[in-house]
């Protein structure tokens, strides 16, 4: 069984950062890419950002870029989200997503086949 273990979600004020991390453990699993979504209440899910766990290339939304940095470590099997200079509209659950096919910095949700449950990022004007 695969875990993706999201972790460092929390409430903080606007102006503020947060960090995420994204923890996968249980049955080995070649992942080519890591990803970053968040649902906001009322909207649907959307697309935050990804990483080439091989190459460590990364692209990101229009809406975070500049403001938020995706990483990994691969000897840990662990993403990250640097979050930095938050807004209330960042307001959200963030979810981790492994990629097990390889596919150039997948943006959609439906190229990413492993989940985490989610954690809670909240942020205060």
Known sequence: QVQL????????????SLRLSCAHSGRPLIMYAMGWFRQAPGKEREFVSTISVSEGSSDYADSVKGRFTISRDSAKNTVYLQMNSLKPEDTAVYYCAAGVHRRTLPKF????????????VTVSS
């Open 109 to 120: 949700q439906h190229e990413y086949e492993h989940w985490g449950r989610g954690t809670q």
């Open 5 to 16: 273990v999201e972790s460092g979600g929390g409430l903080v004020q606007a102006g503020g």
